[in-house]
């Protein structure tokens, strides 16, 4: 299941576009709600939308325009309903529901903001799709089962933690059955190689994979230093070769990136 999943995940890389949004990158999540708001008042400014309680015209003509944060905020209106709780931080303050709802139409928002690199938008696709599947990871289909777990891992690796742990929680059950392994060792080294498989000019994304489980499997009883080493130099070497991620994960890790903490061979 977990070589049917990277290879999903790659598929899904693969066949998205390259669009620009004239608004920037996707919000993170270490300043997401900043972001946002920041977001929605370009959004007004460039539309002439200054109501509030119309940011549906907002999202929908920012999500043409393949900004993903539009496309995540058009997929939240689309398939919530904030008449009375209308709280949520990704939308403005008073906003009127839309009537009627059109969750297929929010979901496929949901996806296009997973594609334009949102790993909000790439988290919330995925709850979204296997709540529409019934809610039951272990009862969904594998083909549910396996897109769940692709754009769960797209969101990790565009930096949102909650994806991670959630991503890494499927997998494991997935792969023993319920039981808890004292290692997952073996897991990594799956990941890696056929990530390795796909890594190359045309897919950054799957070298950027490749080196963190390396990095991953250096922290586990069976990992080694020289794994640790080796994960880092591809991470430093797809960062090199323009992958954002990479970079971006490269400053948080630190030294881990610095060739000069690495031993010679």
Known sequence: MIILAVLAFASLFLTAQAKASPYGPPCEAEDYNACYAAKILRFKSDFGVLSPERPFDLFSQACERNDADGCFGLGTMLRRDFSNDNSDASLPENVEAVTPLDRDAGLRAYEKACELNSAMGCATYGVELLEDAGGDFEAATPIIQSSFLSVL??????????????????????????????????????????AMQLCGPDDRMACHQAAVAKLMKAFEPEGTDAEGYQGARLLVETCENGYAESCELCTRLEDTCDPETWPEN
Not at 171 to 179: A, H, I, K, M
Not at 180 to 192: G, I, K, V
Request: with cysteine; net charge negative; proline share 2%.
């Open 153 to 194: 891992k797209r969101s990790c690796l565009l930096g949102w933690s909650t994806s991670c742990e959630t991503y890494l929680d499927q997998v494991r059950l997935v792969n023993t059955d319920g039981e808890w392994p004292s290692s997952f060792a073996s897991l990594y080294d799956d990941e890696f190689d056929v």
